[in-house]
């Protein structure tokens, strides 16, 4: 795997990018850009997807095509479209991930270490 120097800044930098160009293709057909529900829609709908992959995965629901190669594509659009609904909502996605994943893990390291171990 290619690592992007700019990391999730980088990766949102692009996410915008194409979702520009899908605006001026949804302005040439439609008329207009997608509306915010519009967007989480396709979201949900795309993460959902992701569901049936993983049980096609697991041999527990067939699709056509390649599972793997599926899969990739489908959570690659998960990301893009967390990207395109934080710029939408004024979310800096990257920053909130890093703090967010910050926070949890700070909590699960003090979790574990106050837990008790196992018989120690």
Request: aromatic share 8%; with cysteine.
């Amino acid at each position: 795997m290619s690592e992007n120097p700019n990391g999730l800044a980088g990766a949102a930098e692009t996410a915008l990018r194409v979702r520009a160009h899908y605006e001026q293709l949804e302005q040439r057909l439609l008329g207009r850009t997608w509306t915010l529900p519009e967007l989480a829609v396709g979201f949900t709908n795309d993460a959902a997807y992701v569901g049936r992959l993983v049980l096609a995965a697991e041999h527990t629901w067939d699709i056509d095509g390649d599972v793997g190669a599926e899969l990739r594509h489908k959570l690659a659009e998960c990301l893009w479209w967390a990207f395109v609904l934080a710029d939408k909502l004024g979310v800096d996605l990257p920053e909130a991930y890093e703090a967010t994943m910050d926070r949890i893990d700070t909590g699960l390291r003090t979790t574990l270490h106050d837990a008790p171990g196992d018989g120690q």
